[in-house]
């Protein structure tokens, strides 16, 4: 995690500890570069990135202000660090139901920017919130670069062992979204009837140097699945 992260995780830390509220004023620029002793683009780039995930908002002129609360148990859409960070005070759990090495698919190979030679890990498990089914996730992680899983990472977080296992700096990604009907696989998996309307998302997750590393197709469970974003709008 780079100093600008470390610093905003603990920026987020401390209002979520302190039950700070909508409109609370945080201290203003020069006070956080000597709290953190660093310097005023560090912490620029660090209350950047809180006002992008919609923790804060900065009114020029005024300061530094708390954003509202997202409400519990709903997923950003925007998030690049898997759910675990949105589902915190939930307990979430995996079933894995599949878990190999394989040569990629034109599509994989595509979006991982591999060749149909090179290998990738490839999981398939359903994730569950507070014992509910909440999706089933179909991944393919680069294994030039997430060099080792086993049944006990992917039955926990993956992005966790990534970031702390690994060392990696995730970094951003990109999300495509549809709606349409539960295939008969899918369904099975989900416990839901055959022909549900479904949620189904890809992701394609990169590391800081622009790498990608994780493409993942999703199939939430549209009775268990809430979806928030926090739109900022800059005008010049």
């Known amino acids: 995690m780079l100093k600008y ?18 409109g609370d004023k945080l ?23 809180l006002e992008k995930k919609g923790v804060i908002y900065q009114v020029r002129g005024s300061g530094i202000f708390v954003r509202r609360h997202k409400r519990k148990g709903y997923i950003s859409l925007l998030s690049n660090q898997g759910f675990k960070k ?12 599949e878990l190999d090495v394989r040569k990629p698919t034109e599509e994989v190979a595509y979006n991982l ?31 030039s670069i997430v060099t080792y899983l086993n049944r006990e990472i992917v039955s926990e977080s993956i992005f966790s062992y990534i970031m702390e296992g690994l060392g990696l700096k995730i970094g951003f990604s990109d999300l495509f979204l549809n709606a349409g009907i539960l295939n008969e696989d899918e369904a099975k998996c989900l ?22 590393f994780d493409f993942s197709k999703i199939t939430y469970n549209y ?8 739109a900022n709008s800059h005008f010049i």
């Open 191 to 212: 416990g839901l009837p055959n022909g549900s309307p479904k949620l189904y998302g890809e992701s394609i997750f990169h590391l800081t140097n622009g790498q990608p």
């Open 86 to 97: 949105d589902l915190e005070n939930f307990t979430l759990t995996s079933k894995v139901i």
């Open 27 to 49: 201290p203003v620029l020069e006070a956080l570069m000597t709290q953190f002793e660093v310097s005023k683009s560090t912490i620029t780039k660090s209350l950047d990135l």
């Open 113 to 143: 920017n591999i060749e149909l030679e090179d290998d990738v890990y490839y999981v398939k498990r359903v994730r569950f919130v507070n014992g509910q089914t909440l999706c089933l996730e179909e991944s393919y992680f680069n294994k």
């Open 223 to 230: 009775e268990n699945s809430q979806f928030f974003i926090q």
């Open 5 to 22: 992260q470390q610093i905003a995780a603990e920026m987020e830390k401390y209002i979520e500890e302190h039950e700070l509220q909508q």
